[in-house]
């Protein structure tokens, strides 16, 4: 399947490849679900069998390149709540290690995944690696919030932006679900997601509905809901991601462009689940009481 939407972000990857840029570290940062991580992957193959030219499509199967190494966050559940571990630095350690082991192919390949919850540790054990890279060792960050990144280690990146992807693209790639496209908010990972996944579908679609109910619900439904959704983090944010989304839309569409300050108000929420210890039911009754 061919990787949808950034032709800027692409064709810098492509001039990359054509040129004698010694670069060897990339943040890709920008908002969930978007493609980063499968221009990342298509990025790694390239490097590692030596193609000047990159294919811009998904791989289908990463394990055939031994030398592209992939971390990312485990994600736990215990008594019904759903919360992400951090990455941490026994984790980048044994990479490290894995790093200096003789490669057979053109390059070696570290992509980490949500790098964002990497603890300080493990960032700064990452930086040992950025400083004192192995020979032909590339690094690619992916992040949904760049700002967390240790300012050492983005100052040594080179750090792609990416944003939404366009609806005419989705709906040109996916003609036959054009009712998907128009729910996915510009995330093609969440058109796919709910082409498979009738539970997905029916969580962004409640999402969607949820927020043009809110203005309808008392303080004490209102509080209700912020109990029910402070059990699951990685939904919730998502549910947040949708509705800042929705209301941008809305906004451009229909040029009422004063409500945006309640898209700000859930973004602050949702970076502040993202990133911090406060307690998650009294942040989502403070963004709901003032919706």
């Known amino acids: 399947m061919k990787i949808i939407g950034h032709k800027r972000q692409r064709a810098y990857f492509d001039r990359i490849r054509k040129s004698t840029y010694g670069g060897h570290m990339f943040i890709l940062a920008g908002p969930s679900s978007i493609g980063k991580k499968c221009i990342a992957q298509a990025f790694a193959v390239a490097l590692?069998?030596?193609?000047k030219e990159i294919k811009w499509e998904i791989p289908k199967n990463l394990s055939h390149y031994g030398d592209i190494l992939q971390l990312r966050p485990q994600i736990k559940k215990s008594k019904g709540i759903t919360r992400t571990q951090a990455i941490t630095v026994e984790s980048v350690r044994r990479l490290r290690s894995a790093l200096h082991k003789t490669?057979?192919?053109?390059?070696?390949v570290l992509i980490i995944d949500e790098a964002q919850e990497m603890t300080i540790a493990a960032q700064n054990a990452l930086l040992k690696i950025i400083e004192e890279p192995p020979e032909k060792t590339f690094i690619i960050c992916i992040t949904q919030d760049v700002e967390r990144l240790l300012l050492t280690i983005r100052s040594r990146a080179s750090i792609v932006t990416f944003g939404l992807v366009h609806l005419n693209d989705m709906k040109k790639t996916f003609p036959e679900h054009l009712d998907l496209a128009e729910k996915s908010a510009g995330k093609p990972g969440y058109l796919l997601?709910?082409?498979?996944?009738?539970?997905?579908?029916?969580?962004?679609?409640?999402?969607?509905?949820?927020?043009g109910d809110i203005k309808k619900m008392t303080l004490a439904q209102r509080m209700q809901l912020a109990d029910e959704k402070s059990q699951n983090s990685e939904q919730t944010i998502r549910m947040l991601q949708?509705?800042?989304?929705?209301?941008?839309t809305i906004a451009h569409e229909s040029k009422k462009y004063h409500i945006l300050h309640i898209a700000q108000r859930i973004e602050h929420a949702k970076n502040l689940l993202c990133t911090t210890q406060t307690n998650k039911k009294m942040i989502l009754e403070n963004l709901l009481i003032n919706m």
Do not use: P, Y
């Open 48 to 51: 590692t069998q030596g193609d």
């Open 103 to 108: 490669h057979v192919t053109a390059a070696r």
């Open 193 to 211: 997601q709910m082409k498979s996944d009738e539970a997905f579908h029916e969580e962004v679609v409640t999402a969607q509905e949820l927020l």
């Open 242 to 248: 949708l509705w800042t989304q929705r209301i941008h």
